[in-house]
């Protein structure tokens, strides 16, 4: 390399370059990892991307794509898509609203920035582990997926909306009481702190120390946790929840792929538009 | 004051959204509170108890968790390759980059994130069958969307001195996206793709339920037929699944920010 | 590469449509293997001349030549080809935290280099003695394998300009490559890019603060004032009253400064004796 010849004639001191990079051997040791882990679990998910493309498989994808066009369109179809749209964001609206219900007490009790104990050191004992049981209560209601919850309050309370109401109303619960916990206590505690120092009531130093402070953080978190809840309502439909992911399992079951196609329109612009207003009202109150 | 008549406006608004998401769905509380009905759900809680533990029934659920943790696993990561593939085109990459396929590419994106895992597994099932493969490729699709649009934006948000550099060489876009971007926006993909893994788990565990394979299906099998028992260690095998991950999940990022 | 730039005027990308043009038209002929350095305050518009010549920024008005050829009037891949011949090294060293060293040094070689070859060498460095060899110009060679993060600002910066040691280039534009430097390292790293320069006879302009350094290494002296150029001399003719003429109200950036006395036409001697370092 004519580049490099110069370069070592100009050199004073000829310190020999090393040959071997030093970080050759990690980066094979990790591919042949990689690819050591990688091949239990194609086994494990019986991935064979090669049997999409068999026959039959082709046979009848290519049916169903084919049914898919034209999208229905009856004004009949097209109302009851509607109204069920309309029953989804119900669903999600009312789920939330449950939810809240649940997750604001919840923070209320759990969090550290209202500990009056904590004021002087240490918590006290008694409120530290009921905070704490509070928490792993949250932690639990939000580990359960929202299907699961569907599934056995279907059982109790038969198919329709109030299942899937309940569902979101537990797991959003569980995830707001985290979330809002975590946003409260990671505001400036100063303000709190002082006005419980002062002698006011733990709701007190709530609505006028933390809740200011941290107003915009938490209403943009429920905002954007509303538009989940319409993803999560839909998919409880397919469980008995009711809503336009029951119409559409049902679709799906009769390969009526002209009824999906409309549905899956309807729904990706649902989403849009709850993304657009969700959007618009973070940044308005941001 | 136009401050105060919009948020009273929205406050309004809200109220009304509330009353009427109520209103309009006939729901059965009274089916729900009733004496009769918390008498019969305390008879149902109590039939969860004790959760089946025989030792040919936990071989079969830890099979199925195994094969939940690789479908969420092998989802998330055929999701991140296709993300980056897809987040190529759907991102300016400088000022001054026509990016003609940028629009086309943040439409396709959007429509793969809004579908959920669930729908997409359902309408997977019929060209790849019943079975966890179904449920991968759902994970995968779906993942891939939201994967794709969060590094699209973290490539548009990555400072562009060392790219100008290259730029200015005359070095093309994609030696200058590997060269100049990448080593600076990885940490942040690494980042979501293990955030999204952790949030994997929970979907896949129940895409079961339409026929996707892993502890969903058996879930859904057994409360079918009113095994209640076997219900309960099937739950029990979730939660400790999905704690595994996240505490991982953290872990792996903890390690990344070091 | 020979560089003509005739009644050339440039506006900043931003600038709102009253606002004063980063350059007045201006004249300036650079031959072959010339050294150049490009002086004057802040806001003078050293860097906007630089990335003029750099193809970064396109003219206002006026015709800029390179070799002869109109860059803005050639198709996009001879555009490409051309510009992987000149070398721009901006004030901030383009080096992306958490690459290593090694790597970022060697990407100054990629309009040289095949696209897969390129690809072979983000997994496993291709030429590591060529990387070694630039490093060691600027006494950096024991940071061969180290992260760009983990590198002071003083040896970032000289990273930087050890790239222009592997790019295949014929022109190398350098914007303030002494701005992180001590004075010793400051005529070191100056000395190595004169030197390899002229042996290799590629055209030099470099933009410099450090008057003193710029009498020192560079035969020829160029002054902007206020996007006007001021003077374009060789290194003897400029004397003390046209520099102070030039950082007028800018005395404070005239930082040492040309000594009292007219200068000598000191470069030639002084490089001869600076052999022993690289």
């Not at chain 2, 969307?145 to 290259?166: D, K």
């Not at chain 3, 060293?101 to 696209?115: D, Q, S």
Request: aromatic content about 8%; glycine content about 8%.
């Amino acid at each position: 390399m004519a580049a490099s010849a110069d370069l070592a004639l100009t050199n004073g001191r000829a310190r020999p370059a090393p040959s071997r990079d030093p970080a050759w051997l990690g980066r094979l040791a990790w591919l042949a990892v990689a690819l050591v882990l990688l091949w239990p679990l194609a086994v494990a998910t019986e991935f064979r991307p090669w049997a999409l493309f068999d026959a039959r498989s082709l046979h009848v994808s290519s049916q169903f794509l084919r049914s898919f066009w034209p999208p229905a369109h009856g004004p009949d179809f097209l109302l009851l898509v509607a109204h069920e749209a309309w029953r989804t964001v119900a669903i999600a609206t009312a789920g939330l609203t449950l939810a809240l219900l649940l997750a604001v007490p919840a923070t209320l009790v759990s969090t550290h920035a209202l500990s009056v104990s904590a004021l002087s050191g240490r918590m006290a004992r008694g409120p530290f582990w009921l905070r704490q049981a509070v928490r792993w209560g949250l932690i639990v209601l939000r580990s359960v997926p929202e299907l699961v919850w569907a599934l056995v309050f279907v059982r109790v309370v038969g198919l329709g909306p109030t299942a899937g109401v309940l569902a979101i109303a537990l797991t959003y619960g569980g995830m707001l009481g985290k979330v809002y916990g975590e946003i409260l206590e990671s505001g400036d505690p100063h303000a709190t702190e002082t006005l419980l120092r002062n002698g006011s009531s733990r709701l007190q130093a709530f609505f006028f120390g933390l809740l200011p402070q941290n107003a915009a953080e938490l209403t943009s978190y429920t905002v954007y946790r509303w538009e989940c809840a319409i993803r999560s309502s839909v998919v409880l439909g397919f469980v008995g929840a009711g809503g336009l992911g029951q119409l559409l399992d049902g679709s799906m079951k009769m390969f009526s792929g002209g009824e999906v196609l409309t549905m899956l329109a309807v729904f990706v612009l649902l989403v849009a538009l709850a993304d657009r207003v969700s959007g618009g009202l973070r940044e308005s109150l941001g | 004051m136009k401050q105060s008549i919009s948020s009273r406006g929205f406050a309004v608004a809200l109220l009304v959204l509330v009353v009427a998401s109520f209103w309009t769905l006939d729901l059965q509380w009274a089916q729900f509170l009733s004496l009769d009905a918390l008498r019969s759900m305390g008879r149902f809680a109590g039939e969860f108890f004790p959760p089946d533990s025989s030792p040919a029934f936990l071989a079969r659920v830890a099979l199925g968790t195994w094969e939940t943790l690789a479908m969420s696993t092998l989802g998330t990561l055929l999701a991140a390759a296709a993300g980056m593939l897809l987040a190529l085109p759907a991102s300016r990459m400088f000022e001054g980059d026509a990016a003609r396929l940028r629009l086309p590419t943040r439409w396709l994106l959007n429509v793969l994130r809004s579908v959920p895992e669930l729908v997409w597994a359902a309408l997977l099932i019929i060209a790849a069958g019943l079975g966890p493969f179904a449920g991968t490729l759902a994970l995968a699709v779906h993942t891939a969307g939201v994967l794709g649009r969060l590094f699209a934006e973290a490539i548009e948000n990555a400072p562009p001195g060392p790219g100008a550099a290259l730029r200015a060489q005359g070095v093309g876009k994609t030696r200058v996206f590997l060269y100049a971007t990448l080593p600076q926006v990885l940490p942040q993909l690494l980042s979501y793709t293990l955030y999204r893994w952790e949030n994997n788990i929970r979907a896949a565990a129940v895409l079961g339920v339409v026929g996707a394979g892993g502890l969903g299906q058996l879930l859904a099998f057994h409360m079918g037929l009113f095994h209640m028992g076997k219900t309960a260690s099937i739950l029990g095998a979730m939660l400790l699944l999905v704690g595994a991950v996240d505490a991982l999940s953290y872990g792996a990022r903890r390690m990344l920010t070091r | 590469m020979k560089l003509e730039l005739r009644a050339l005027s440039a506006r900043h990308p931003a600038a709102r449509p009253g606002a004063a043009p980063a350059l007045h038209p201006l004249d300036l002929d650079i031959a072959d293997g010339e050294q150049v350095a490009v002086i004057g305050a802040s806001g003078a518009g050293k860097t906007s001349l630089l990335h003029v010549m750099a193809l970064a920024m396109k003219p206002a008005s006026g015709a800029l030549h390179l070799d002869g050829q109109q860059p803005w009037a050639l198709p996009r891949h001879a555009l490409q080809r051309l510009r992987g011949r000149l070398f721009l090294a901006p004030q901030v060293p383009p080096l992306p935290p958490r690459q290593r060293v090694v790597t970022a040094v060697l990407a100054g070689r990629l309009p040289a280099m095949g696209f897969w070859a390129s690809l072979r060498s983000l997994f496993r460095p291709s030429d590591l003695p060529a990387a070694h060899a630039a490093l060691e110009c600027f006494d950096l060679a024991d940071k061969l394998f180290e992260r760009t993060d983990r590198l002071s600002g003083g040896e970032r910066q000289r990273v930087g300009l050890a790239r222009a040691l592997l790019a295949p280039a014929r022109l190398w534009l350098v914007d303030e490559p002494l701005s992180a430097l001590d004075p010793t390292r400051s005529r070191q790293a100056l000395e190595t890019l004169v030197q390899i320069a002229r042996q290799r006879g590629i055209t030099l302009v470099a933009t410099l603060h450090q008057v003193d350094m710029a009498l020192a290494h560079f035969p020829r002296i160029v002054g902007l004032r206020e996007g006007q150029l001021v003077f374009d001399l060789p290194t003897a003719e400029v004397t003390r009253e046209r520099l102070e003429r030039l950082y007028a109200q800018h005395e404070d950036e005239l930082d040492g400064g040309a000594p009292r006395r007219s200068l000598e036409p000191a470069p030639a001697a002084a490089l001869s004796v600076a052999m022993q370092r690289c």
